[in-house]
C-alpha cells in the first residue's frame, strides 16, 4: 500500500452504464490528480486539483468528469465511454500543488468497457 | 518543462548495477530531474529527484552530470523486481508531471 488507496481495482461497464472511481489518500497531501494510461501508450494527464480546486482539466471529454469534495477523496465520475476508454486509471496525491516531495500513485482501476 | 531522451530497453543481470541513462539538453536553472519507476500494471513510484548535486537514498543513487544535460540513474545490485519502466522527468513544478516512455528495464537471472 502506498496510502492512495483506489477502488475498485477492476471495473467492466457498458456504454450506457454509470459508474464512478475512487481515490483516498491520507496522507495529509493537498494535490490530487487522475491520469490515464491506455496499452502501451505513456500516462496521460486528465485532471488536477489543488485545495479540492480544479487547477487543470486536460481536454479530457465530457463523458469523464471529476469531483473533489475535500483534500482526501477524489472521483472520477464515468458516463457513457466508449470502448478506447478502456485503460488503467491511476490517481495520485502530492503534498502541494508543486509536487517537489514527489508524488503518490495509487495501484490504479483497470477499466473495460464492452 | 524540458523533454529527456531514454532509450527504450535495457537488461541487466541480477546482482550487476544496473545504470539507466537519460539526456535532458534543454534543462532550465530551476527544473530538477525526477526518476519514478512502474511495475507492470502498478502505478508509477517515486524513486529519487536531484537539482545539481549527485544524490542517494535507500533505492537508487542519480549522478548529474555538471553541465545537468544529462544523468544516470543507479540501481546498485539490482534483483527480479526491480523489473520495471523507468522514468526520467525534468520537472519545475510549474506544471504538473509529464511522462515519457521511459526505458523498460528487464533484470535477468
Known amino acids: 500500500e502506498t496510502g492512495v488507496t483506489q477502488t475498485p481495482r477492476h471495473l467492466v461497464m457498458g456504454m450506457t452504464n454509470k459508474k464512478s472511481l475512487k481515490c483516498e489518500q491520507h496522507l495529509g497531501h493537498n494535490a490530487m490528480y487522475w491520469y490515464k494510461q491506455s496499452a502501451k501508450k505513456p500516462l496521460e494527464l486528465m485532471f488536477v486539483y489543488n485545495f479540492k480546486e480544479q487547477t487543470e482539466n486536460n481536454s479530457v471529454p465530457s463523458r469523464f468528469s471529476p469531483e473533489c469534495p475535500n483534500s482526501s477523496h477524489l472521483f472520477l465520475h464515468l458516463h457513457t465511454l466508449q470502448p478506447e476508454d478502456s485503460a488503467l486509471y491511476l490517481c495520485?496525491?502530492?503534498?502541494?500543488?508543486?509536487?517537489?516531495?514527489?508524488?503518490?500513485f495509487g495501484s490504479g482501476t483497470r477499466l473495460t468497457v464492452v | 518543462d524540458a523533454k529527456t531522451t531514454q532509450p527504450p530497453s535495457m537488461d541487466c543481470a541480477e546482482g550487476r548495477a544496473a545504470n539507466l541513462p537519460c539526456n535532458h539538453s534543454t534543462i532550465s536553472g530551476n527544473e530538477y530531474v525526477y526518476w519514478y519507476r512502474q511495475i507492470h500494471s502498478q502505478g508509477p513510484q517515486y524513486i529519487i529527484h536531484?537539482?545539481?548535486n549527485n544524490e542517494t537514498n535507500e533505492m537508487a543513487s542519480l549522478i548529474i552530470t555538471e553541465d545537468r544535460k544529462s544523468s544516470t540513474l543507479i540501481l546498485p545490485h539490482a534483483t527480479l523486481r526491480d523489473t520495471a519502466v523507468y522514468y526520467c522527468i525534468v520537472f519545475s513544478g510549474n506544471t504538473p508531471l509529464v511522462f515519457g516512455k521511459g526505458t523498460r528495464l528487464s533484470v535477468i537471472a
Open positions: 495520485a496525491s502530492s503534498q502541494d500543488g508543486e509536487g517537489f516531495y514527489g508524488y503518490t
Open positions: 536531484g537539482l545539481k
